[in-house]
């Protein structure tokens, strides 16, 4: 039986075996916090699981229609991984990242390969917890936003130079062929993160941030 549809969807075997590796991802992550010196309090796992909720709502109100081949310009979904990050540091982003990009696939999925499954949906939204490398720094949190959707288009560039590059729309200028995956990527995640970068920089929203991770934090 196959997992994945002529169109590049999930089956219903498919949608099982993407729940199930789900489930088995977050009994790891579990496991492991457990096992980790400086465990992940209560506080945390509900500001984690919040944050990747408020992502996943966003990620539903899109301020564009969609891309052709998946990606958009959504109300600030890509913030809230990050905060995580910027709060809490670089495993707690990542890992909330990583459980975000599955959620992602199981939403809307599309497989071409495995690589490519790793490159749109897990490691490009892992990325996104890169934030918190400025979690310390002073105006890390716009820092660490930069870092991490520029990451995350990283990410999806690599798949598209390997597996999207036959998709690439034929008035497309063929000198510029090369640049199509850099273009088409970027061109929703930086419009995005624009926005963001305005909204996060209005003094009420900068002082209501900097309430919440204090909260967050205690």
Request: proline letters at 4%; charged letters at 10%.
């Amino acid at each position: 039986m196959s997992i994945v549809t002529v169109d590049g969807g999930l089956t219903a075997l498919g949608y099982g075996l993407s729940i199930l590796a789900a489930a088995l991802f977050f009994f790891i992550a579990g496991m492991i916090s457990r096992n980790q010196k400086t465990k992940i309090s209560a506080r945390q796992l509900v500001f984690c699981g919040t944050a990747m909720a408020l992502a996943y709502i966003a990620s539903y109100i899109r301020l564009i229609p969609k891309m052709p081949y998946g990606g958009s310009v959504t109300l600030f979904s890509m913030l809230f991984i990050c905060l995580i990050g910027y709060w809490y540091g670089i495993r707690a982003g990542i890992m909330t990242g990583l459980a975000y990009g599955i959620l992602q696939f199981i939403q809307e999925p599309y497989v071409l390969s495995l690589f490519q499954v790793c490159c749109d949906y897990v490691l490009a939204f892992a990325g996104l917890g890169l934030a918190g490398l400025f979690s310390k720094s002073k105006n890390g949190l716009v820092k660490g936003y930069l870092l991490g959707i520029l990451v995350r288009g990283l990410f999806h560039v690599i798949g598209g130079y390997l597996y999207w590059m036959d998709y690439m729309p034929e008035n497309f200028p063929q000198q510029l062929a090369m640049l199509y995956p850099i273009v088409y990527n970027y061109s929703y995640i930086l419009a995005e993160g624009v926005l963001t970068l305005i909204v996060i920089s209005l003094p009420p929203v900068k002082k209501g941030l900097t309430q919440i991770k204090a909260l967050a934090q205690e």
